[in-house]
């Protein structure tokens, strides 16, 4: 998989190359690059806001760096995903995170200020023959940009490309994967600060142990996230 990434912060990006993500760099499953928007400027102060069309507080980012950008990385691309991390988008769930894993080409555009001036994105969209575009929001919350919100879902949907997780059974068996939220775990000791692991879980009893623990599963999802019951 491919990975572009366009910011004016390239330094935020250097935690990729550490645990299971820089691994996949490595051994060369995940080809990421991270791009400076500035770098797309070229005036002398590398402008890439400006003031709000109709008032307003706040700078938005200009249009024409990041169209060279874009014009740049998807020279040449037939199949890739443009994401445009925003609060004002589709909530990132994890089927989306399946349907980015199956891409072989995803670029994030991670804006700052009030956002990057909509023209970019409905511009992408004119082009469906080079890129899919995906406007994505992380929750109900305001980052100071696209930057963590862009990693977070490489994140989410790098752990899912094929050869990523060492054991794929745990890609199965974890939250929302089912809908639902994961059961509770426990390791040794039996037990801790006089807090004792469930029996069941000692018992032996497979069929004991995975109905328990999707009665767990459906108990915490009631409790926690009863709006994923309904979805
Ligand atoms: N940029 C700023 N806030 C964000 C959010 N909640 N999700 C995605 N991108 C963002």
């Given at each position: 998989?491919r ?7 390239p ?11 820089g691994?996949?760099?490595q051994?060369?499953l995940?080809?990421?690059?991270v791009h400076?928007l ?6 002398r102060?590398?402008?890439?806001d400006?003031?709000?069309t109709g ?6 980012m ?10 740049t ?12 991390p ?5 909530l990132?769930?994890?089927?989306v ?5 199956d ?7 991670c804006g ?5 001036d909509?023209?970019v994105?409905d511009?992408?969209r004119?082009r469906?023959e080079?890129?899919a575009?995906r406007e994505l929001s992380?929750?109900d ?7 963590v919100a ?8 790098g752990?899912?490309?094929p050869?990523?997780?060492?054991n ?6 974890e ?14 000791p039996a037990v801790?600060?006089e ?6 879980l000692?018992s ?13 599963q ?11 019951l309904?979805?």
């Open positions: 998989m990975i572009d990434v366009v910011t004016i912060f330094e935020f990006f250097s935690v990729l190359d550490v645990s299971l993500l691994k996949a760099r051994s060369g995940i080809d990421i690059r400076d500035r770098g797309f400027t070229h005036d102060h590398r402008t890439v400006d003031t709000p008032g307003g507080a706040g700078m938005v200009k249009p024409e760096p990041w169209g060279e950008a874009l014009d990385i998807l020279a040449g691309t037939a199949d890739a995903v443009v994401v445009f925003t609060p004002a988008g589709e990132f769930r994890q089927p995170a399946r349907e980015l894993a891409a072989p080409h995803l670029v994030f555009c700052r200020y009030e956002g990057i909509q023209r994105v511009h992408t004119t469906p080079v890129a575009v992380l929750g919350y305001v980052l100071n940009g696209g930057e862009a990693m977070a879902i490489i994140e989410a949907a752990r899912l490309v050869g990523m997780v060492g794929p059974e745990s890609l199965v068996e939250s929302h994967e089912d809908g639902l939220l994961e059961y509770p775990s426990y390791t040794k801790w600060r807090l004792e692991t469930p029996p069941v000692l032996g009893n497979h069929a004991a142990i995975a109905a328990w623990r999707r009665e767990q459906l108990e915490r999802t009631r409790r926690i996230r009863p709006e994923l309904r979805d």
